[in-house]
């Protein structure tokens, strides 16, 4: 009997334990409310993505495909450890400010968060607070979103004069099938001549006239079987190119602690010199699964790539960079990365295994 009692209290003295230390984490829970006065900020418990362009952009011009305000994250936020940080939001009377590169639009103010979607170029959004780490408040689909303020300004910015359209007095570029087979890479730049005329593809993404239609058609095909491929990139003018290349080498000689000879060589494998990217020929897209915000070696695992590997040839597209094939076409295997080259040559360039450069003897 003396047993049973003694057990018995014992098991009364755990439950009240137990009853304690569960009523001291509640506490701690709601004891983390943000107030009115900042927000306080705790990191995901997730590693931060590797980001060192604008989203929209993927490793054969850039590498990492993100969106702009992640360039700017410090070391220190790529800790595996929650740390908490508090912002103040200065309110601010609603204006109107315009997105100067492709922007991602975060649950809070910081690149760790989650991203909610991407401004394009020049998208207004309404900015109602400014948080005290030099980030914005907007509204976003009728939501509160947070965006990095480096990449917003109050003067409206212009995107329809940066790409060309042609005279109707001009001899347009593209003449035969056999034209849609150039190539453009790193030693291979666009002649200084050279014009096109644009398309939209799918949201503010455009290419050249005749790939964008075959570019849309193929998505379509895509979605009539239950797979939805999101573009990232397409189009890029010669300007942004030249801009994107000089950023990421000034990036690495600060951050990286480079010398620009060691920036600009590194850089330069997987980024092409303005003039030298497929995405300023305007035949290229890069494509994404539809929850994703940047490009990832992992695409080539998903349902997305296998349907590209099945159909992109019968709409023009080829996978242009290859994995095994670095050494010859310069950039690395980037299985996001589809080029049209027509339907003539698609099917053909595909079954020989070969890239582009060896497919036309090119590989100097």
Same mark, same amino acid.
């Given at each position: 009997?003396?047993?049973?009692?003694?057990?018995?209290?014992?098991?009364?003295?755990?439950?009240?334990?137990?009853?304690?230390?569960?009523?001291?984490?509640?506490?701690?829970?709601?004891?983390?409310?943000?107030?009115?006065?900042?927000?306080?900020?705790?990191?995901?418990?997730?590693?931060?993505?590797?980001?060192?362009?604008?989203?929209?952009?993927? %490793?054969?011009? &850039? *590498? +990492?495909?993100?969106?702009? =305000? $992640? /360039?700017?994250?410090?070391? !220190? @936020?790529?800790?595996?450890?929650?740390?908490?940080?508090?912002?103040?939001?200065?309110?601010?009377?609603?204006?109107?400010?315009?997105?100067?590169?492709?922007?991602?639009?975060?649950?809070?103010?910081?690149?760790?968060?989650?991203?909610?979607?991407?401004?394009?170029?020049?998208?207004?959004?309404?900015?109602?607070?400014?948080?005290?780490?030099?980030?914005?408040?907007?509204?976003?689909?009728?939501? %509160?979103?947070? &965006? *990095? +303020?480096?990449?917003?300004? =109050? $003067? /409206?910015?212009?995107?329809? !004069? @940066?790409?060309?359209?042609?005279?109707?007095?001009?001899?347009?570029?593209?003449?035969?099938?056999?034209?849609?087979?150039?190539?453009?890479?790193?030693?291979?730049?666009?002649?200084?001549?050279?014009?096109?005329?644009?398309?939209?593809?799918?949201?503010?993404?455009?290419?050249?006239?005749?790939?964008?239609?075959?570019?849309?058609?193929?998505?379509?095909?895509?979605?009539?079987?239950?797979?939805?491929?999101?573009?990232? *990139?397409?189009?890029?003018?010669?300007?942004?190119?030249?801009?994107?290349? !000089?950023?990421?080498?000034?990036?690495?000689?600060?951050?990286?602690?480079?010398?620009?000879?060691?920036?600009?060589?590194?850089?330069?494998?997987?980024?092409?010199?303005?003039?030298?990217?497929?995405?300023?020929?305007?035949?290229?897209?890069?494509?994404?699964?539809?929850?994703?915000?940047?490009?990832?070696?992992?695409?080539?695992?998903?349902?997305?790539?296998?349907?590209?590997?099945?159909?992109?040839?019968?709409?023009?597209?080829?996978?242009?960079?290859?994995?095994?094939?670095?050494?010859?076409?310069?950039?690395?295997?980037?299985?996001?990365?589809?080029?049209?080259?027509?339907?003539?040559?698609?099917?053909?360039?595909?079954?020989?295994?070969?890239?582009?450069?060896?497919?036309?003897?090119?590989?100097?």
């Amino acid at each position: 009997m003396k047993r049973l009692l003694s057990a018995t209290i014992a098991a009364v003295l755990l439950i009240s334990l137990v009853a304690c230390s569960n009523e001291a984490g509640d506490e701690a829970v709601v004891s983390g409310d943000v107030t009115t006065e900042g927000i306080v900020t705790e990191a995901p418990d997730q590693e931060e993505e590797e980001i060192t362009t604008s989203p929209e952009e993927s %490793t054969d011009d &850039v *590498s +990492g495909m993100n969106a702009s =305000e $992640d /360039e700017e994250s410090s070391d !220190d @936020e790529t800790s595996d450890e929650a740390q908490t940080v508090s912002y103040e939001v200065t309110e601010i009377e609603a204006v109107t400010m315009y997105a100067t590169d492709p922007l991602n639009v975060r649950e809070g103010p910081d690149a760790l968060y989650e991203a909610l979607g991407q401004l394009t170029v020049g998208e207004a959004v309404t900015v109602t607070g400014e948080v005290s780490n030099g980030w914005y408040r907007i509204d976003y689909n009728g939501t %509160t979103g947070y &965006v *990095s +303020g480096d990449y917003l300004r =109050e $003067d /409206e910015v212009i995107t329809e !004069d @940066e790409y060309t359209t042609l005279d109707s007095d001009d001899e347009y570029y593209f003449q035969t099938e056999e034209d849609y087979l150039i190539l453009v890479n790193k030693t291979n730049l666009l002649p200084d001549d050279y014009k096109i005329e644009t398309d939209t593809v799918q949201g503010s993404y455009e290419m050249e006239k005749t790939a964008a239609y075959y570019c849309k058609l193929m998505i379509e095909a895509a979605a009539a079987d239950g797979i939805n491929l999101k573009v990232l *990139s397409a189009y890029r003018t010669v300007a942004y190119q030249q801009k994107l290349f !000089d950023r990421n080498v000034e990036s690495r000689m600060e951050d990286d602690g480079m010398t620009y000879e060691e920036a600009y060589a590194d850089t330069a494998q997987n980024i092409a010199p303005a003039g030298g990217s497929e995405h300023n020929a305007g035949l290229v897209v890069d494509i994404i699964t539809e929850n994703d915000w940047d490009t990832y070696t992992d695409f080539d695992q998903t349902e997305e790539f296998a349907w590209l590997q099945e159909h992109a040839a019968e709409y023009g597209f080829i996978l242009r960079y290859p994995e095994g094939k670095e050494d010859i076409t310069g950039f690395v295997y980037e299985p996001w990365h589809y080029r049209y080259v027509g339907v003539k040559y698609a099917a053909d360039i595909q079954a020989s295994g070969l890239c582009l450069e060896e497919y036309l003897g090119i590989t100097e």
